[in-house]
């Protein structure tokens, strides 16, 4: 495990394993926050989980982008059941802080983490970490009717272009739907226990989508601890084929990197953007499954819904014709997956790591699109995108009761909460892409 360090003074009672427990200081948990030493507290508590991160359920990296932190939010945050969680750390515990010492780290205000916790208090005490069975139960089942729907219409008339689109156009918004539900079971929101939250999310995005959750969990936590934060949300990390945010194409201007013609990357993004990030998504997801033994699991879930699609297809459009059918599909839930998370994360700040506290960290990263009935089922109440982040295990159809409760909060520490229309939240993608490229095109020229 990680290296030690010194101590500020003993603690007589024993607090892990036998051993007497000490105490630290901030100065001396930073340190701790390397690859093959890795510390974090978690209320006052000093753990080393530089061993234990390889096993951890959420992932290496996503407990690793805390390291040498405070960690309590994110640990609340993540967790519907913390005290569950304990027997995991107890025996990870090394210390805990010096009475003379903050509870908050860094950059963290220490008054909007009390407000903040006090706002999940009384979150918790208004019952709205409580699912509602029956809003899920429908929700799934108009799913399962879309998918019978889009077979039925091929099966009475035929294979003609008009019943293709119709299918295709059918299957796509099953696909998207079926997306954001296996969202709501990956974040624990559904079930009390998280056995069964695991069981459904695997079924849903392995059998009704094909893809794998255990690889979308690991990306998908990482996102929410840390979001737009660059080396540490892989959403941000567009592999050279973007700039974002104000930072990054500043930095790649004034070391004339040059992969792409940036200036135009609001104009080819509509090239390969929304319409190829799902179909390589996928196929980079099943090519991992296949060569990684931990995702096993995943890659069968993942085959039983290409053998179910290839049953219920080929009999009518063939073997080739329903890979083409299938890939159309793909075509059409990406456009529908990328404008929507893309909006609510794309024109906010993107940065390097602050250490912010919770509530600073995710309100600077994140934008609400205004509520109607037709914006939640579009985007899976992803609309709800600032309530999401701060409570990620909240049952979605609660957000909307939240989020007067979380606006007060940021107006009374002056934080800005946004809110946009749809359309204005779509067009600020391509702005804030074209306001990236012109910053680089700034500093490439004359920096």
């Known amino acids: 495990m990680g290296g030690g360090g010194q101590l500020t003074e003993p603690v007589e ?29 978690i209320n006052r508590k000093v753990y080393n989980v530089t061993q234990w991160a390889k096993r951890h359920p959420g992932g290496l990296r996503v407990i690793s982008h805390y390291a040498g932190e405070d960690a309590t939010e994110a640990f609340l945050a993540f967790h519907p059941n913390p005290k569950l969680v304990q027997k995991f750390l107890k025996p990870l515990l090394i210390g805990e802080l010096a009475v003379t010492e903050p509870s908050q780290d860094r950059n963290k205000n220490a008054a909007v983490v ?17 699912a509602q069975p029956l809003f899920f139960c429908l929700h799934l089942g108009h799913i399962l009717l879309l998918e019978l729907l889009a077979w039925m219409s091929v099966w009475l008339w035929g294979t003609g272009w008009r019943t293709t689109l119709l299918c295709s156009f059918i299957l796509a918004v099953a696909q998207a739907q079926a997306g954001w539900l296996q969202h709501d079971f990956g974040h624990l929101s559904v079930f009390k226990l998280s056995r069964w939250n ?27 601890a840390k979001p737009n934060v660059f080396s540490k949300d892989p959403d941000v990390n567009m592999l050279h084929v973007f700039v974002v945010g104000d930072i990054q194409p500043v930095e790649y201007g004034i070391k004339k990197i040059k992969y792409m013609p940036y200036h135009h990357q609001h104009q080819y993004f509509f090239l390969v953007g929304p319409p190829l990030l799902i179909p390589v998504y996928f196929h980079i997801q099943i090519l991992r499954a296949m060569f990684s033994r931990r995702d096993w699991v995943d890659l069968a879930w993942s085959m039983s819904y290409y053998l179910r699609y290839f049953c219920c297809y080929a009999p009518f459009y063939g073997l080739l014709g329903s890979v083409a059918l299938i890939s159309f599909v793909r075509f059409l839930e990406s456009h529908w997956f ?15 790591e602050k250490q912010q506290d919770w509530l600073s960290m995710q309100l600077s990263a994140t934008c609400n699109i205004e509520q109607s009935c037709f914006n939640d089922w579009f985007s899976g ?19 909307q009761v939240l989020a007067p409760l979380v606006r007060a909060l940021c107006e009374k520490h002056s934080i800005p909460y946004q809110e946009k229309t749809l359309w204005r939240g779509v067009a600020d993608v391509v702005r804030s892409l074209k306001n990236s490229g012109d910053l680089w095109m700034d500093a490439y020229l004359h920096k």
């Open 114 to 130: 009390e407000d903040f916790q006090a706002l999940r208090t009384r979150a918790e005490g208004l019952g709205l970490f409580q």
């Open 381 to 399: 109440h992803l609309n709800f995108q600032i309530e999401h982040h701060l409570f990620p295990t909240m049952p979605r159809h609660n957000y």
């Open 338 to 352: 990328v404008w929507v998370t893309q909006m609510n994360h794309l024109p906010m700040n993107i940065d390097h």
């Open 13 to 41: 009672t024993s607090a892990c394993g036998g051993r007497a427990a000490s105490v630290y200081t901030w100065d001396e948990v930073q340190k701790h926050c390397h690859r093959n030493d890795q510390w974090l507290v």
């Open 198 to 224: 695991h069981i459904f999310h695997k079924f849903i995005i392995g059998h009704l989508k094909g893809a794998s959750g255990n690889w979308w969990n690991h990306r998908h936590f990482q996102h929410h």
